[in-house]
């Protein structure tokens, strides 16, 4: 047997053994405090095995992806209300994968200015250093105050789907 085999071998075994060795309650100490007028406090379990077991999930779980909050490699929130803040604009083309959404050419409601605009969602977390978001005015880049402001609107709106789906 190869070295490598050997390693990968020794090391699913160790796996194994740990995920085994992880099904025990966890144990409470009462406080000092407590425990001044009662001379017979034990320790009391925190949680059940049961929802020990529910807290962990399974390998399936976390390779089959549902429930999450990601569509792609990308927040769903984020990529959703990227779409609803910047609807106005045309979409050009929309990867979930890389997290790239590119805008067309088009005019924010009450304005004369010709915007378009690039999203990019790096990372599946509700995060604001996942969302990057670059707009392009007729004559150049927006200004900064602008594209923060679009950024703002998109964060504001992710939390407002995310707050209306665990509602749900």
Known sequence: MSITLKYITICITASAFLTACGNSDVLELPDAASTTGNTSAKPESKKNNEDHIADRGTLTDLLANQGTEEIGAVNKYLWQASLDVLSFLPINS?????GLIVFGKGRAPGSSQTYSASV???DPALDARALRVVVRASGGLASAETQREI???????????????AKL
């Open 94 to 98: 929309a990867d979930p994968f890389t």
């Open 120 to 122: 990019f969602i790096s």
């Open 151 to 165: 950024e703002n609107a998109i964060l504001s709106r992710a939390r407002e789907l995310r707050i209306a789906q």
